[in-house]
């Protein structure tokens, strides 16, 4: 689920013009966030941390880049 901080600051705004279900929105407001940064932790944790140097030849041998 992609959420914008635009798409946010919209969802509160209109979670003020509505007091009935605003508990009810602002739950699924921050169960949405939780997923999303369950899953972006799980991508970053899924990143590889030390990537090696190539040990002979020309390429690889003085930078370290992942393309």
Known sequence: MDISP????????????HPAG??????VLKK???AQESGV???????????PLA???SL???LNMLV
């Open 55 to 57: 040990t002979s030849g």
């Open 60 to 62: 690889g041998t003085q």
């Open 41 to 51: 932790s799980d991508l970053l944790e899924a990143l590889p941390t030390i990537l």
């Open 22 to 27: 605003q508990e009810a929105s602002l739950l």
């Open 6 to 17: 635009i798409y946010t600051a919209a969802s509160l705004s209109q979670i003020d013009a």
């Open 32 to 34: 949405a966030l939780s």
